[in-house]
Structure formats: C-alpha cells, structure tokens
C-alpha cells in the first residue's frame, strides 16, 4: 500500500506561484508514474501532468506554466505552478499508476486527500 498525502496549496493572486508536494509513504513509488490531477466546482477531475520512466506529458492547459518533478530519495513528486490564472482553482490530487499512459486516464492504484488552491483574479 501507498499513502499519498498533498500539500502546498492556499490562497494566491493571477500571475502568483505555488509548488504543490506530495508525499509518498508504505513502500517506494520510484517504479510508478506519478501524476497530478484536479477537480473544480461541479466539474469532473481532470488530468495534469504525469512523470514517469518516459518523460513528463502535460494538459494543454497548464503546458508551460507548471512542472511535474520528483525526488525518489524523498519518495516525493511536486507540482511548481507558475502564472496561476483563476481557472486554476480547483482541489489538487496526486496519485501513482502502473504507467503514464493509464495515469493519463485516472486509472491510478493509489490516490492522495487533495489540496485547496484558489487564485483570485
């Protein structure tokens, strides 16, 4: 079993940064890809961003403005998001999969709590 627990989120104006973390602990997750995802108001939980043995992959609406990183010694995976825009907001999730492309679609073993992030315009 993995616990998954996120932090970093909070309260940030447009165009502020915030670098989300999530910490993995019950066993290792170097062998998982790892990804983030969200969930606004009234919407479905969307994909983010996955890291994995292949590389990085990102929604189209957050390319270039947040990265996806982990520390394997810190058994953590963080989200630095840049140029925040109010359709941000959302709770942030991480979780680990078996591979990107099943993480890609929320096929994902284990899933943390989540973290608030709200940007005002």
């Known amino acids: 079993q993995v616990q998954l627990v996120e932090s970093g989120g909070g309260l940030v104006q447009a165009g502020g940064s915030l670098r989300l973390s999530c910490a993995a602990s019950g066993r290792t997750i170097s062998s998982y890809a790892m990804g983030w995802f969200r969930q606004a108001p009234g919407k479905e939980r969307e994909f983010v961003a996955v890291?994995?043995?292949?590389?990085?992959i990102y929604a189209d609406s957050v390319k270039g403005r947040f990265t996806i990183s982990r520390d394997n010694a810190k058994n953590t995976v963080y989200l630095q998001m840049n140029s925040l825009k109010p359709e941000d907001t959302a709770v942030y999730y991480c979780?680990?999969?078996?591979?990107?492309?099943?993480?890609?679609?929320?096929?994902?073993?284990?899933w943390g709590q989540g973290t608030q992030v709200t940007v005002s315009s």
């Open positions: 890291i994995s043995w292949s590389g990085d």
């Open positions: 979780a680990a999969g078996g591979t990107s492309a099943r993480v890609r679609r929320l096929e994902c073993d284990y």
